[in-house]
């Protein structure tokens, strides 16, 4: 298997440590090429694609891991979506002038991290939580949160260019998973891993470069891929939340309802025939009529 776009999640035996390497190329091109954005925002949703894959990767659940960066500033949302299926889209919204700035300056006073569990049962529940904005990177927020609120030691290491995003996690395993100093030495060995290095090499040469002397255990390669779960049935459902009246009002003054999806770009048009399908009833004679 090619390695890009590829999972690779791996083991040791004789240190209470787990990891995943990531490398994002089609799928990290397919969300850049759907919206022009910024230099600095390009690296940040770079970082938050990889960062959202490996943390995804240790996660044994049916559904979506969501992250987000929402703020006041210049930047007000990043998003990224990956799913258990080894999918990921990814959306932001900003204004006009984004300036190369530190990403707390970014987003300004008012900024949260979040990160969500959205299970792909209807009923069952959402997890969410609340990252504190410690670090000046994606990488160094989320090692902050995990050792805070998940109460384990991780270690990320983040890397986007203009054409790949990759990261590796190590994350420590509770004791009686081999040498309880192991930790430190796997640590250590893996903060000598350069962004060019995991730009560059394939998931095989980084674990030989940094772990050749450890007894390491490798899992298939996963493909990873950008994919997008928006579909007019969807966008339906929604307007049907929306409700008929507000529907129908919209019809009434721009004679259709469009609705593009943040994350991929499509478009998604319902004229009058398709609005009175869907609720069942004449929507823009009910608007009409209420006007009056």
């Not at 960066?69 to 204004?95: F, S």
């Not at 995003?165 to 192991?182: I, S, V, Y």
């Not at 129908?248 to 943040?262: H, K, P, R, Y």
Request: net charge negative; proline share 3%; hydrophobic share 40%.
């Amino acid at each position: 298997m090619s390695h890009q776009d590829t999972l690779q999640r791996f083991l040791f035996d004789g240190a209470p440590v787990r990891g995943a390497l990531v490398r994002l190329d089609s799928a990290r091109q397919q969300v850049l090429a759907r919206r022009s954005y910024p230099a600095v925002l390009k690296t940040i949703m770079g970082e938050l694609m990889a960062a959202a894959e490996l943390l995804a990767a240790n996660i044994k659940f049916d559904g979506t891991l969501i992250l987000q960066l929402q703020g006041n500033g210049p930047l007000h949302l990043a998003v990224v979506e990956c799913h258990n299926d080894r999918t990921v889209r990814a959306t932001a919204k900003w204004d006009d002038e984004l300036p190369e700035a530190p990403l707390q300056t970014l987003l300004g006073s008012a900024y949260r991290f979040v990160m969500t569990l959205e299970p792909k049962l209807e009923n069952a529940q959402t997890w969410q939580g609340i990252v504190a904005l410690e670090g000046d990177s994606v990488g160094a927020m989320l090692e902050n949160y995990m050792a805070r609120s998940e109460q384990l030691a991780t270690r990320l290491i983040l890397s986007a260019s203009e054409h790949t995003a990759a990261g590796m996690l190590l994350q420590r395993l509770p004791d009686g998973h081999g040498d309880p100093e192991g930790w430190e030495r796997i640590q250590m060995l893996g903060g000598t891993l350069s962004e060019a290095e995991l730009q560059e090499l394939s998931a095989a040469d980084i674990l030989h470069r940094l772990f050749h002397d450890e007894n390491l255990m490798t899992f298939d390669p996963e493909p990873v891929a950008f994919a997008c779960n928006c579909s007019r049935e969807r966008v339906g459902g929604m307007l049907k939340m929306l409700g008929g009246q507000e529907v129908g009002e919209v019809l009434l003054e721009q004679g259709s309802v469009e609705i593009v999806c943040d994350f991929c770009n499509q478009h998604y048009v319902f004229d009058e025939d398709d609005a009175n399908d869907l609720f069942e009833y004449d929507v823009v004679e009910s608007a009409r009529e209420a006007r009056h």
